[in-house]
């Protein structure tokens, strides 16, 4: 099962990040593997259980162990990193098209409250959380955030853009962090929106509001809603039961990242057109 979650060369790309273990007092019970403890939070976040109700017999250890460790984890930035090497892996392997971007965002009920929530208009006022996410041409994430229901999608715009990691393709020079183009619906249909991606270097195209429809921008739009279905079928992120903010977008950056490397080997490993 460990094998399943976790192969063999995901483990060898990953495993740097992961921080020593701290020395065993003697006589003390011996620790779960880092592999071991992943897989666990990886079935955790596909199956959306309680952290406590992981299954022992599994082999993954006990939940609680899963959920200290992964917050330890969290507060140690390890998820991001995580994510920004197999962005680099994919780089590597020219599986990312930086010549376009696309940016959305979904609700998500969030029943439990905390920091980033807010009544969702589109859901009679619950509380609930956004991500927003940008992709790349392909539909690999490229960066995410995360803000109250009620936040209008534009605000989040220069937060969601700033959030891409610097991707580095093994050469020397600078990491890239910035698309050719964006493409986003109307909601992001604001001169300050225009000039924030120009001031980036980066050529909007935009939806505009009375003038032409999102539609038109649909053969390029599409992956990323796509991409934020994927997203949620990792049950752990359908709802938010974090109260945590910083738990929950760890969450969400670790779906993501297991999306880059799903769709990175699945390119890899496709047959070539002769």
């Not at 992964?70 to 962005?87: A, H, N, P, T």
């Not at 859901?123 to 109250?148: E, F, N, T, V």
């Not at 050719?180 to 001169?191: E, V």
Request: charged share 25%; proline share 7%.
């Amino acid at each position: 099962m460990v094998e399943q979650l976790v192969p063999d060369e995901l483990w060898a790309l990953i495993q740097p990040v992961f921080p020593a273990p701290p020395a065993r007092p003697r006589g003390g019970r011996p620790r779960h593997s880092d592999r071991q403890t992943f897989a666990g939070i990886l079935y955790l976040l596909r199956w959306g259980l309680p952290w406590r109700q992981l299954p022992l017999a599994l082999g993954f250890g006990s939940g609680r162990t899963c959920e200290r460790r992964f917050d330890e984890w969290q507060r140690g930035g390890v998820w991001m990193r995580l994510w920004r090497i197999l962005l680099d892996h994919a780089q590597q392997q020219g599986c990312l098209d930086w010549s376009r971007a696309a940016l959305d965002s979904i609700s998500i009920p969030a029943p439990r409250g905390g920091a980033h929530t807010g009544p969702n208009p589109t859901d009679r006022g619950k509380a609930g959380s956004k991500l927003h996410l940008l992709i790349d041409a392909q539909g690999l994430p490229l960066a995410l955030s995360l803000s109250g229901a009620n936040v209008h999608d534009s605000k989040q715009l220069e937060a969601t853009i700033d959030a891409v990691p610097g991707v580095r393709n093994g050469r020397r020079g600078r990491p890239r962090r910035r698309p050719t183009k964006l493409y986003a619906d109307k909601g992001y249909d604001f001169a300050r929106c225009r000039r924030a991606l120009m001031r980036r270097r980066i050529a909007p195209r935009i939806a505009r509001r009375g003038v032409e429809s999102s539609s038109t921008l649909g053969r390029h739009r599409w992956r990323v809603e796509r991409t934020l279905s994927w997203l949620v079928s990792s049950r752990k992120l359908a709802v938010r039961r974090e109260r945590s903010s910083a738990s929950f977008l760890a969450l969400a950056q670790l779906a993501c990242a297991l999306i880059v490397w799903r769709r990175t080997r699945g390119a890899l490993s496709a047959p070539q057109a002769a």
